[in-house]
């Protein structure tokens, strides 16, 4: 068996999967082969139990990652999907005063419907301020602390997958 039946991965993503070869030991003696039906989608680099998968493909493509041990398989279905669009929460923070702090979180909109925290992601958002000396900003992911440290304007951004959101503050 393996530890996941199905996975969902942005493009360039990479995560693990494991296989559980039962009854335990049954593997001795025996090779442990991962293939990819679809290489240009999903690479499989195995390792004994554990793979190592890479979404190589475009959204919306789709590959199947088989382990193989004796009289033993498994599959794992793999869906490569990419940032659709981005939202930010609150999108305008006005009347902050100096010192005063607020949180930012970003929402994924994701290609072919997936739901936003079931998708396996590449990397982080980023996020920046285009004035550090009226607002900083501190975060990686899916939150960023705004600080206001001077009077005016400035605009935050988030920007991951190629798309970006910005928030007025």
Same mark, same amino acid.
């Given at each position: 068996?393996?530890?996941?039946? &199905? ?7 990479? #995560? +693990? ?10 593997? /001795? ?15 499989? #680099?195995?390792?004994?139990? #554990? ?11 789709? /590959?199947?990652?088989?382990? /193989? ?10 869906t ?6 981005l +939202?930010?929460?609150p ?32 990397? /982080? ?12 900003? #501190?975060?990686?992911?899916?939150? &960023? ?23 007025e503050?």
């Open positions: 068996t393996l530890d996941q039946t &199905a996975l969902v991965m942005e493009e360039g993503a990479e #995560t +693990n999967l494991t296989a559980a070869i039962l009854p335990e030991g049954a593997e /001795a003696g025996k090779e442990i082969t991962w293939t990819s039906d679809k290489p240009g989608v999903a690479v499989v #680099t195995g390792n004994g139990k #554990t793979a190592v998968i890479t979404a190589a493909g475009k959204s919306g493509e789709t /590959a199947v990652i088989t382990v /193989a041990c004796g009289d033993q398989s498994a599959s794992c279905n793999v490569v999907t990419r940032v659709k669009s +939202n930010v929460t999108d305008s923070l006005n009347e902050m005063m100096i010192g005063d702090k607020e949180t930012l979180t970003l929402q994924v909109t994701w290609e072919n419907d997936q739901k936003d925290g079931t998708v396996i992601e590449k990397d /982080a958002a980023v996020w920046s301020s285009d004035d550090e000396s009226v607002v900083k900003v #501190t975060g990686n992911g899916k939150t &960023a602390e705004v600080e206001a440290v001077g009077a005016g304007t400035a605009n935050v951004k988030a920007e991951k997958g190629g798309k970006s959101v910005i928030c503050v």
